[in-house]
């Protein structure tokens, strides 16, 4: 797990970082509302995962395969991060040029992570008994029906090609993330 938390680490740790040095540098950057919203998420979504690590720790019927797609997914979620926003370099301020030329890459990666979620989340959830009988187990429901709304609004950005098309799918994607940290503090309560 060790793997794991480095590269959620560094992921975490690319974006504030960046996101310190934009603001830091806030008199030369042209910011866009677009990416950073779509580099908040992605933090949001990297911390959650940190969350799930917490949560799956003291799993013990671990496979090969299933650290295999927990390292595909945060290896999407880092590159992501690492994608998202520029660096800070002079001639690179510019979010929105630097979402055009970057984010169909940051977003593919982020989209790999949410279509291996779905058969990570079977690997796992399949041996946590949660619910019993019905005709399709709350468990197999739940592992893709949770990623879906991501894949579905990742997708339709990467589809779009101009900003006006990425809006919406851009402020879904939020409320998307919104909605699923809500409902797992209200779990929690």
């Known amino acids: 797990m060790v793997t794991l938390s480095i590269l959620i680490g560094l992921a975490i740790g690319t974006l504030v970082t960046r996101g310190v040095t934009l603001l830091g540098e806030r008199d030369e950057v042209e910011f866009h509302w677009l990416p950073v919203t779509?580099?908040?998420?992605?933090?949001?979504?990297?911390?959650?995962f940190t969350y799930i690590g917490w949560q799956i720790n003291?799993?013990?019927?671990?496979?090969?395969?299933?650290?295999?797609?927990?390292?595909?997914?945060?290896?999407?979620?880092?590159?992501?991060s690492e994608l998202i926003l520029p660096n800070g370099e002079p001639g690179h301020r510019n979010l929105l040029a630097h979402f055009e030329r970057q984010g169909t890459v940051a977003l593919a990666l982020l989209l790999l992570g949410f279509v291996?979620?779905?058969?990570?989340?079977?690997?796992?959830?399949?041996?946590?008994p949660l619910y019993e009988g019905g005709p399709i187990e709350p468990q197999t429901a739940a592992s893709i029906g949770v990623p879906m709304p991501g894949i579905i609004c990742i997708g339709w950005s990467l589809w779009a090609r101009s900003?006006?098309?990425?809006?919406?799918?851009?402020?879904?994607?939020?409320?998307?993330?919104?909605?699923?940290?809500?409902?797992?503090?209200?779990?929690?309560?």
């Open 38 to 48: 779509w580099a908040v998420c992605i933090l949001a979504w990297t911390v959650h």
């Open 58 to 80: 003291d799993f013990t019927e671990w496979r090969y395969s299933m650290f295999l797609l927990l390292l595909a997914i945060l290896v999407g979620l880092y590159g992501a």
């Open 116 to 128: 291996l979620a779905i058969p990570m989340n079977i690997l796992i959830l399949d041996r946590i």
């Open 163 to 189: 900003v006006r098309a990425r809006t919406l799918p851009a402020i879904l994607f939020a409320a998307y993330t919104v909605f699923v940290y809500a409902s797992i503090l209200i779990d929690e309560g």
